[in-house]
């Protein structure tokens, strides 16, 4: 079945008490079993809940996924795929990686024994340099959040399992409806579900998926075991938000691609990124494995301070953190989602604006921006 259908169809099958068409809420913690040990495949909600399954059978077919585990956050998600690490063995991330998991390897894991190096996007052609045999786990995301850099996951993948790592791609941005990465041989892909699975800006979640067995096997352990699960009501958002996502998306990119082509004529904008404008240079590698180029948008501002003031005359747009949601958000990453790596070097800059493109009529969007975007005297007079 192609992707809407399975969307809307896939782990939700009528309820079998009811005959309910949408998967129900199952609040409860508990579950009686038959005798000892005997019950209907759920004994106790940390460990599994009927919602929450439904989630997990979604999402991992959306992914082309044997196997989807559901946790209560993308740092949640992100926390267990780290325990897949040994103290002592090495982490390879994409150097503009989000500011949050930036801030857990060095702030938590880093003093712990763990090895992080950190490659800037436009080195990972040359990934294998920076591998060897103590690598255990290469971490990418692409786009990559805040700069969207690109980077080639099949090429990656087989760099990373020359050494015999895994290779874990974010695809918070992407989504399964623009790019699969496990069909480009990914071994792990991960996601805060909060954004544009979720959908509506009125939930947090995450989730991992994976066709490997083993990798499988110790992630439903680790997701029982270290509880970072979410409720049944915050699994029916996320499962919810789901159904509408293709459209959603196309909208998304849409807007996103109006945006950021007129932003990129406009005199007071220093630079775009976004990987559908074809001078981006990670254009032709997105054009290959992406069915298209996603919701996000990132430009320079002329200066920080301007780029603080621009986020604080918008209107349409909102100052808020997070993103894929229905509504247009903008933020100034590098004292906001990114502060944690102000002092690192490959800190996020201080004049970048980042937009969440929503799905609102472009043409408010783009007159929000042209409001926003008034020369320095004008804002001030």
């Known amino acids: 079945m192609h992707f809407e259908t399975r969307a809307i169809h896939d782990g939700q099958e ?7 068409v949408t998967v129900p809420i199952y609040q409860t913690s508990t579950f009686v079993q038959d005798a000892v040990g005997v019950h209907k495949g759920y004994d106790y909600a940390r460990v599994a809940n009927p919602t929450r399954t439904a989630l997990q059978e979604c999402l991992a077919s959306l992914e082309s996924a044997d196997h989807g585990i559901a946790f209560s956050s993308g740092l949640g998600a992100t926390t267990t795929l780290m325990h897949l690490v040994d103290p002592g063995q090495r982490v390879v991330l994409i150097a503009d990686v989000y500011g949050g998991v930036y801030r857990m390897t060095s702030q938590v894991y880093e003093p712990k024994g763990y090895q992080f190096e950190y490659v800037p996007a436009d080195q990972f052609a040359n990934l294998r340099e920076h591998l060897d045999e103590n690598t255990r786990m290469v971490w990418i995301e692409s786009p990559s959040n805040p700069l969207l850099n690109i980077v080639d996951i099949r090429a990656a993948a087989d760099a ?5 790592a895994m290779l874990v791609v974010d695809n918070t941005f992407a989504t399964p409806y623009l790019q699969r990465p496990l069909e480009l041989g990914a071994d792990v892909v991960v996601h805060s579900t909060t954004k544009y699975l979720g959908g509506h800006s009125d939930t947090i979640g995450g989730f991992a998926a994976t066709n490997d067995p083993t990798i499988a096997e ?6 029982k075991s270290l509880g970072a699960v979410p ?3 915050d699994s029916w958002l996320v499962l919810r938000g789901i159904k509408t996502l293709a459209v959603r998306m196309r909208k998304h990119c849409e807007n996103a691609m109006a945006i ?6 406009h005199p007071r904008v220093e630079r775009v990124f976004y990987p559908g404008l074809p001078t981006h240079p990670g254009h032709t590698i997105a054009a290959h494995q992406m069915h298209d180029f996603g919701g996000m948008v990132s430009f320079l501002a002329e200066s920080e301070r301007e780029a603080v003031a621009l986020v604080a005359r918008t209107k349409v747009f909102q100052l808020a953190e997070s993103l894929g949601g229905v509504e247009s958000l903008i933020e100034v990453p590098a004292l906001m989602t990114h502060a944690s790596t102000a ?3 490959f800190a996020a800059p201080r004049n970048l604006v980042r937009l969440s493109v929503g799905i609102e009529a472009v043409e408010d969007l783009v007159s929000d921006l042209d409001n ?4 320095a005297a004008v804002a001030r007079a």
Not at 14 to 20: R, V
Not at 260 to 265: F, T
Not at 372 to 375: H, N, Y
């Open 14 to 20: 009528p309820d079998p008490a009811t005959g309910a």
């Open 160 to 164: 990373a399992h020359e050494v015999g």
């Open 218 to 223: 110790r992630l439903y352990f680790l997701q």
């Open 231 to 233: 409720g049944p009501f």
């Open 260 to 265: 950021a082509a007129w932003l990129d004529l």
């Open 343 to 345: 002092n690192a070097p």
């Open 372 to 375: 926003a975007l008034v020369p």
